[in-house]
C-alpha cells in the first residue's frame, strides 16, 4: 500500500512539473508596448517576443518576411489546423515568422498552443491599437447603425456585422502601420480555417523578391454590388483629382459609357505583397481619400476591392504575379492546379474539376488577359 502511494504521488509531480514547463515556456519573455494604448489588464499589449529569435530568415540581409493572422481567441483550434497545413506544405522547410493581430488581447493558451506548432519560427502576437478597430470622428455612429440594421434585413452577406467592417477598414488602412510588421518587406495573409491543397516547393517569398514581384494573388471573384454602391465614384473622383491614369485600370474597369466597375477584385483572404506597396505615400493618401467618405461603415467595402483598386491605379504589369501552382482552398471555393504533372510532384489533395479559377463567378482569365496585354 505504502509502495502504491509514494508511486501516485511521484506521477503527481511528474505531472506538475510537465504542466509548470508548458506555462512557463523559456523561449518566451513579454516585451513592453509604448507606441500604442492597447487596454489594460496583465496582457495589456500583448505583444510577445522571442528573447532568442528563432527565424534564421531574419539574418538575411536581403529580405524579412513573415505570416500575418488577423484572429480571434476563439478561432484557435480552426487556426491550428490552418497552421499545421500551413507548416506541413511549406514553411517546415524555411521557417518563416507568424505574426497574430487581434482586436483583444490573446490569452495565454491561445498563445503557447500556436507557440507549440511552430517551434522553429519566430511567433510574435500583438493588439489592433484602439484607433484602428473603431469609429473615426467624422462617421455619425447612429447613421451607421441604421445602414447594418437595413442590410441586415436586406439580407447582405455581413450586413449586420459592425466588426466585420472595423476589419474591413483595418486591412483598407492600417495593418501595415502595426509595430510588429515594421521589421518585414513581405507578408502572406492567411486565416483560420484555410488550407494548402498542395505541398509549395519553393519559397514563394525568395520568388517574389528574386523576380521583384509586389503583389501575389490565387483566387479572383465579383464583389457584391450592393455592399459598395459608391466606392468606385469615389476612387474615380479620387483618380480624376490626382491626375492618375492606372497602368491596369483595365483590371477593374468596364469600357462602357459610364467607366463602371466590373465588380472584380483580388480574393484578400490569400494575399502575398510587399509591405512598401502599402507604406508608399501614394496608398495613404488613396486610403484617406476613401475613408473620409465613410463608406466602410454607410455601405460595407470591403478590403479585397479597396487593394484590387489601388493595384489597379499604381502598379505594373510586371509587379503582379498569379500563383497558378498553389493549391488553395477558403470556404467555400478552391484554387487547384489544372496541370497534371504539378498535382502529382507537389502530393495535391484537390479535385481540379472543383477549381473555382476559370468558373464564370471568377475574375481569373480576364485578369490574366489583361496581365498578358492579350
Known amino acids: 500500500m505504502a509502495m502504491v502511494v509514494l508511486l501516485i504521488w511521484a506521477l503527481v509531480l511528474v505531472y506538475s512539473a510537465s504542466v509548470g514547463a508548458f506555462h512557463d515556456p523559456p523561449h ?3 516585451v513592453a508596448n509604448t507606441s500604442h494604448d492597447y487596454g489594460s489588464g496583465a496582457y495589456a499589449g500583448n505583444v510577445l517576443g522571442s ?4 527565424n534564421t530568415r531574419l539574418s538575411i540581409p536581403e529580405f524579412a518576411a513573415t505570416f500575418l493572422v488577423l484572429c480571434r481567441n476563439y478561432e484557435l483550434f480552426d487556426l491550428l489546423e490552418t497552421i499545421q497545413s500551413v507548416q506541413d506544405r511549406f514553411n517546415t522547410k524555411y521557417n518563416y515568422d507568424y505574426v497574430f493581430l487581434n482586436d483583444e488581447p490573446f490569452t495565454q493558451l491561445f498563445m503557447e498552443s500556436v507557440t ?8 510574435r502576437f500583438g493588439v489592433v491599437p484602439r484607433d484602428h478597430w473603431s469609429y473615426p470622428d467624422w462617421v455619425d455612429v447612429k447613421k451607421a447603425a441604421a445602414v447594418r440594421q437595413a442590410m441586415e434585413k436586406a439580407n447582405i452577406v455581413y450586413g449586420g456585422s459592425e466588426s466585420y467592417r472595423h476589419m474591413c477598414r483595418f486591412f483598407s488602412g492600417f495593418f501595415y502601420q502595426h509595430e510588429l510588421l515594421q521589421d518585414y518587406d513581405f507578408y502572406w495573409r492567411i486565416e483560420p480555417g484555410i488550407k494548402l491543397l498542395c505541398d509549395v516547393n519553393y519559397d514563394v517569398f525568395r520568388r517574389m523578391y528574386d523576380e521583384q514581384k509586389k503583389f501575389a494573388f490565387t483566387l479572383t471573384m465579383f464583389e457584391y454590388s450592393d455592399t459598395i454602391p459608391t466606392l468606385w465614384d469615389r476612387v474615380k473622383e479620387y483618380s480624376r483629382s490626382r491626375d492618375i491614369q492606372g497602368p491596369l485600370i ?5 469600357h462602357d459609357q459610364w467607366s463602371s466597375y466590373n465588380l472584380c477584385h483580388f480574393w484578400s483572404n490569400f494575399e502575398i505583397a510587399r509591405l512598401d506597396v502599402f507604406r508608399a505615400a501614394s496608398y495613404a493618401d488613396f486610403f484617406q481619400f476613401l475613408d473620409q467618405a465613410g463608406g466602410f461603415f454607410y455601405e460595407r467595402w470591403g478590403d479585397a476591392p479597396v487593394h484590387t483598386m489601388y493595384v489597379s491605379l499604381h502598379l505594373e504589369k510586371s509587379d503582379v504575379l498569379y500563383l497558378d501552382d498553389i493549391g ?3 470556404s467555400p471555393y478552391a484554387q487547384c492546379p489544372q496541370d497534371e504533372a504539378i498535382r502529382r510532384s507537389n502530393k495535391c489533395v484537390c479535385d481540379p474539376a472543383t477549381d473555382f479559377s476559370y468558373t464564370y463567378q471568377s475574375c481569373t482569365a480576364h485578369f ?4 498578358a496585354d492579350l
Open 368 to 371: 490574366l488577359r489583361v496581365l
Open 51 to 54: 528573447s532568442s529569435p528563432r
Open 250 to 254: 483595365d483590371l477593374v474597369q468596364n
Open 328 to 330: 488553395y482552398y477558403h
Open 116 to 123: 507549440a506548432f511552430v517551434p522553429a519560427s519566430r511567433v
Open 28 to 30: 518566451w519573455v513579454p
